[in-house]
């Protein structure tokens, strides 16, 4: 019998400590991978099949490599198939695999477990077929699997993250250009603790797309009005420079510019209070991202309002915002490690009670980026 080549790849899933809805403006994050992860084994074959089953959806798939199309029964294969139709389009040579996919990172709960499967799947196939791919291709692979073939016109904040991810690190991301510097994170008794308000993010797509839109038209709104700079970008924009112009635009436009704006400036914050440790200021640079998403953005719900409200009572939580798209999801928040029984008791049954449903706590580290490891 001909033993092939198994790959193993473990791929993490992502947080966003702050920087929301700036990575298609072109501005500021700082994120991190987080030490929940998606595993995926395979091997190759010569019938140029792509044969998977997801052991954690119990469920299984496959489809040919030269007849690649979306699967509107089954959402999950499309992550996959748009992973090998970008290597294909790319003029990469690749033959069929078989794949078992199994993992501990939750689905839909805010923490990219699509962007992570991407990742996963592309880190996969290049050290299956000894591809010549970098991590900057990589990243791009991925994202333009989410963009052109699932549908979803992310930006590149959950694919970089994935696969840059650093253990006890942060990652702060400049999006103009790409660059991108790790600052320690070891946060010793504290925590990142992610809570799911299991809220479907129905408008996600439709609503995400939408901000986006507003952001072009405020970028092209005053471009036309300043004349003397270059304004490619929200991030172009300084606080001054909009309040100048605030009275000839939309108060919409103004609203959700201001927000992206304002969410740059913080981050730039947040990373000085990381640089000296300092999480109690952060957590108040969380509180004010999430009224900035809730008031300016307009992307939260009453479940992620009712979230960091209940949060912000609690002695030991340094701060919490929404996190992600927004729409439901999830929400981040920095905690200290000794009082999370004590949230999840306060505020798990408070939420049962508003709203007759139990959200998910997930508490996680800053974890390495998308990885092949040997079992
Ligand atoms: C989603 C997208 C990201 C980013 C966030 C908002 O998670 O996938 O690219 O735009 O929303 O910050």
């Known amino acids: 019998m001909r033993r092939e080549k198994l790959i193993n790849i473990l791929s993490p899933g992502r947080v966003n400590v702050i920087g929301e809805h700036t990575d298609y403006n072109m501005g500021l994050s700082i994120t991190a991978a987080i030490d929940k992860y998606i595993f995926i084994t395979g091997y190759k074959n010569d019938l140029g099949l792509v044969e998977v089953y997801s052991k954690y959806l119990n469920d299984s798939g496959k489809f040919f490599l030269d007849d690649i199309a979306f699967d509107k029964s089954k959402y999950w294969i499309n992550y996959i198939k748009g992973v090998v ?209 809730k008031n300016d953005y307009e992307v939260s719900t009453d479940k992620l309002d009712y979230l960091v409200r209940e949060l912000s009572k609690i002695n030991g939580v340094y701060g919490a915002r929404l996190m992600g798209a927004g729409f439901g999801g999830s929400v981040i928040s920095i905690v200290k490690k000794e009082i999370v029984n004590e949230i999840i008791d306060k505020v798990g049954t408070g939420f049962l009670k508003t709203f007759n449903d139990n959200p998910d706590f997930i508490g996680c580290l800053p974890s390495d980026g998308t990885m092949r490891v040997s079992i």
């Open 85 to 293: 139709n970008e290597y294909i389009q790319r003029g990469y040579k690749i033959s069929g695999f078989n794949m078992v996919i199994d993992s501990d990172l939750p689905i839909g709960a805010g923490v990219s477990s699509s962007a992570s499967l991407e990742v996963g799947v592309a880190k996969f196939i290049k050290e299956l077929f000894d591809l010549n791919v970098d991590n900057k291709e990589i990243v791009n692979i991925s994202n333009s699997a989410e963009n052109n073939f699932v549908g979803v016109s992310c930006g590149l904040m959950d694919q970089f993250s994935v696969v840059y991810g650093k253990k006890d690190h942060v990652i702060f991301l400049n999006f103009k250009d790409l660059s991108y510097e790790y600052i320690p994170f070891n946060p010793g008794n504290d925590l990142i603790l992610i809570i799911n308000s299991r809220e479907e993010r129905n408008l996600a797509d439709t609503e995400y797309n939408k901000r986006r839109e507003e952001c072009n038209d405020a970028v092209r709104l005053m471009s036309s009005m300043i004349k003397d700079r270059n304004i490619n970008s929200l991030s172009d924009i300084s606080l001054e420079l909009l309040f100048e112009v605030k009275d000839r635009l939309p108060g919409k436009i103004f609203k959700r510019a201001r927000h992206v704006v304002t969410e740059n400036k913080r981050v730039l914050l947040a990373k000085e209070c990381l640089l000296k440790s300092d999480i109690g200021k952060l957590g108040h640079i969380l509180y004010e991202s999430h009224e900035s998403l």
